[in-house]
């Protein structure tokens, strides 16, 4: 089934998932659209990582479905699967691969050809000049540079959807630009990206719109002057609304 | 010393902890591995006592025969304990994952050196007790001796222990220095095929006895009020250092002459000398080598050493992604020399049982059919048995382990069912490889028949791939994607029912093989059906299991989630 151009990247239809008969996240709708950021903040246990699961596949919905550019996760997973790119947020690499090694395997997953992610994972390389490293076992590399590996790894077959948990942990503050960098440059070029985190200047500072899920509900969504608006600060940061809409502090 | 107890107590508290709890399942499958392993020692007994009972009845060379048992048996163990300490002590002292932790503590070197020594023991030690409390309660009762003979084998087998254990720390230290410069892939297959190497030699040159030595054996000579033949073991055996513990265990259990004032002395001072040895020069040479291998953790590598490794295009043997995900496997465990050694030690011990086919003096029983269906059935009893630990501790595991990098396969578009078929035919092609030309080899030994050798050739490929589905089909059934340490998801329930389906399997197919054998030399027909018979018995049960196993994993697959 072909992507429509009207779909959005990501669409959630009321998507549920309950553990043991426990609601982890109900009946949650939203949509990332082309060229959007989409900011999913909210609490620990607030069910943000059990969506991201949910999208990735990596957990099956109780209800509801996950539409990627307009295909079915469920019905499509593999056609759905490969316009998505996932950055999680404790990155895993194979220890006893090298990075490169890991872009490549990252390549012939998702299917992109010899030549052209030869010649992708040299420019990705280059983002965070992690060329000197790329041949060492990923065994050897701190934390942030697997983090690194990881952000090239879900870029590398050029995908239209962002799934990201977390980027900037364990990354030095050049790099988190970079990373804020890449990440908007790839909004422009019409991607869709979902990012949850709890680093809230962050997705103040790169977010279209931002969703607050609390007790696996969306409680409230839209652009930083809305949300102004309704919580009636109308030059607050948007820490100083997470905690006026999650009753922390409320200033 | 305080810390290195400390250290050491943390690994029983989890047990004490389950104990306290009383979680029902865990218990259960503590348990049921409690009770596999004492019906395994109860059958080496019921083996070792019978063997001693035959011996015993061949009169006058028993006693002669009895040492000489003693004294290859005692070299078999010892051999063993000493490659298996040095392969895995060459991880735990140098490479183990804690290490840059407890260097940065101020645990001294001196403490952290009998802290691996410890650990190292308690892993490689268990065959010990294994082997050897049913060994020593087969010779107590076949030589009707009383509760005092049981108390001096244990303090014999305690001293073994502890030879044993220092040989093992002093070869470990030797070969962690010889080999600190290179990679420790490199420095643990370099020190285990030096030391199978040496003790290959070795064994054949003192262990095997020739025609000749058995002509000496049953020499009924006594000069001096000694046997004849008790001084040739004694003589042939002296230089190993298993050899007082050996003929004082022989001593003790028929109260014999045997042995010397020296070899008595040398029975409480070769164990002494040995954990002296280690705790002296074994630790100067962990105390000057750990320093330099422990940089080999931090990005820069120890100096002339090789961190870089892996270097352009991935996959290069095999293609697509399913291909890329195989080859990443094979990498991985060629790559991790602890899991390479602990393959290649399992590989050793099906060598080491082959060996013993054809050392072993059964020419003239092999003109029985029933001897050699026997040893036939047996020896298919035994590669399943070397090809249910190769799964347990390689095929089932991993499927969890994909649980660590769930995040890049899960969220990819790659056919999980695909991933399961591709890795069965991948682990059954390597242990094929691997297991098939040995346990030819061993069969080669026993019969001749094209027809029976084509029988055992099929009954193997049928052992391996059902093994691998099995294990695959269960690992998948019951994953456990948050644990990291294959050894331990090998000893959950999981790990436990894919033990109980695979040696039930391995048993029946042993079974099979027998009978097809009785039956051939029993027909005696152009066209022994009989023989195909049984064999396609084995095919119809091995068919099932595989469709069964790959029919439930289609089914997991679509429900399966990474939690």
Redesign the interface.
């Known amino acids: 089934m072909p992507p429509a151009d009207a779909d959005p990247r990501l669409r959630l239809d009321q998507l549920s998932k309950q553990f043991g008969g426990r609601p982890a996240v109900e009946d949650l709708s939203l949509e990332v659209g082309r060229g959007e950021m989409y900011g999913l903040i909210g609490p620990n246990g607030s069910g943000k990582t059990t969506t991201v ?1 949910m999208i ?5 919905p109780t209800a509801g479905r996950v539409l990627i550019d307009g295909i079915d996760l469920r019905a499509h ?6 316009l ?1 790119g ?1 950055i ?1 947020d404790e ?4 220890e ?3 990075g ?3 872009l ?3 390549g ?4 992109v050809a ?1 030549p052209e992610r ?1 010649r992708r994972i040299e420019e990705l390389l280059d983002l965070y000049t992690l060329g000197a ?1 790329a ?3 990923v065994e ?3 934390r942030g540079n697997r983090q690194k590996f ?1 952000i090239l ?1 879900s870029l590398l077959h050029s995908p239209r959807l962002l ?1 990201v948990d977390e980027p900037i942990v364990g990354l030095d503050p050049e790099s988190a630009i970079k990373t804020r960098d890449l990440l908007k440059a790839f909004a422009e070029s019409g991607g869709g990206a979902l990012i949850c985190t709890h680093s809230l200047s962050f997705a103040e500072q790169v977010c279209h719109r931002v969703g607050l899920l609390k007790e696996g509900r969306l409680i409230l969504e839209g652009d930083l002057p809305t949300l102004r608006g309704l919580a009636g600060l109308p030059n607050a940061s948007l820490e100083a609304l997470y905690l006026r809409f999650t009753d922390r502090h409320a200033p | 010393m305080t810390a290195v107890l400390t250290l050491l107590l943390r690994h029983g508290r989890a047990l004490a902890k389950l104990m306290r709890d009383r979680e029902g399942a865990k218990l259960a499958v503590i348990g049921v591995f409690v009770l596999l392993f004492g019906l395994v020692m109860i059958a080496e007994y019921a083996v070792f006592r019978r063997g001693l009972a035959e011996v015993l009845d061949m009169g006058a060379p028993a006693g002669a025969l009895t040492l000489y048992i003693l004294e290859s048996f005692s070299i078999l163990v010892l051999v063993i304990a000493v490659i298996s300490f040095v392969v895995t002590g060459l991880w735990t002292f140098y490479r183990s994952s804690d290490t840059p932790f407890l260097l940065a503590t101020p645990l001294s070197l001196t403490q952290l050196f009998w802290l691996r020594a410890a650990e190292t023991f308690a892993l490689t030690s268990w065959p010990f007790v294994i082997l050897g409390i049913p060994a020593i309660l087969a010779l107590g009762s076949a030589y009707r001796q009383s509760a005092g003979f049981y108390g001096r084998a244990l303090v014999i087998l305690i001293l073994f222990m502890a030879l044993a254990g220092g040989t093992g720390i002093l070869l470990t230290m030797l070969a962690g220095a010889a080999f600190r410069r290179y990679r420790a892939r490199t420095g643990i297959l370099l020190a285990t095929a030096i030391l199978v190497g040496g003790f290959a030699f070795l064994v054949g040159r003192h262990v095997i006895p020739s025609a000749g030595d058995f002509y000496l054996i049953f020499e009924p000579g006594i000069p001096n009020g000694k046997p004849a033949s008790l001084k040739f073991i004694e003589k042939r055996f002296w230089l190993w250092p298993s050899h007082p513990l050996a003929v004082s265990l022989y001593a003790s259990a028929t109260e014999s002459s045997a042995g010397s004032e020296a070899s008595r002395a040398a029975v409480w001072l070769l164990p002494g000398a040995a954990l002296a040895a280690a705790g002296t020069l074994g630790r100067r040479l962990f105390r000057i080598t750990l320093p330099g291998m422990a940089e080999g953790f931090g990005f820069s590598g120890a100096p002339g050493s090789r961190a870089a490794a892996g270097v352009g295009v991935f996959p290069r043997f095999l293609s697509g992604p399913i291909g890329a995900l195989v080859e990443r496997d094979l990498v991985g465990l060629g790559r991790s020399p602890q899991e390479l050694g602990r393959a290649a030690f399992i590989a050793f011990l099906l060598v080491l049982y082959t060996a013993i086919l054809f050392v072993a003096p059964i020419s003239e029983l092999l003109d029985k059919p029933e001897t050699v269906a026997r040893l036939l059935s047996l020896d298919l009893v035994a590669v399943g048995y070397f090809l249910t630990a190769f799964g347990l501790r390689f095929v089932f595991p991993s499927v969890s382990l994909e649980g660590r990098g769930a995040w890049i396969l899960f969220a990819s578009p790659v056919p999980i069912f695909g991933l399961f078929l591709a890795k069965l035919f991948a682990y059954s092609a390597v242990l094929l490889v691997v297991v098939g030309p040995i346990a030819l080899a061993g069969a080669l030994r026993l019969i001749s028949s094209p027809l029976l050798l084509g029988a055992f050739a099929l009954l193997l490929a049928l052992l391996t791939v059902t093994t691998v589905a099995a294990c695959l089909a269960v690992g998948l059934l019951w994953p456990n994607f948050k644990e990291t340490n294959a050894e331990r998801l090998a000893t959950n329930s999981g790990g436990l029912a894919t033990i109980i389906l695979c040696l039930g399997y391995v048993a029946v197919v042993g079974w099979l093989g027998r009978q097809s054998v009785l039956t051939f030399f029993g027909m005696e027909a152009a066209l022994p059906y009989s023989v195909v018979l049984y064999v396609g018995g084995a095919v119809v049960l091995s068919a099932a299991i595989v469709a069964g196993a790959t029919a439930a994993a289609r089914r997991r697959i679509k429900r399966l989630e990474i939690v």
């Open positions: 699961k990735t596949g990596l957990y099956q997973p593999e056609q759905a699967k490969r998505l996932y999680p990155p895993f690499i194979y006893k691969m090298s490169r090694e890991f490549h395997l990252a012939e997953l998702f299917g010899v030869t490293i041949d060492i076992y050897n590399y701190s990881a790894a799934i």
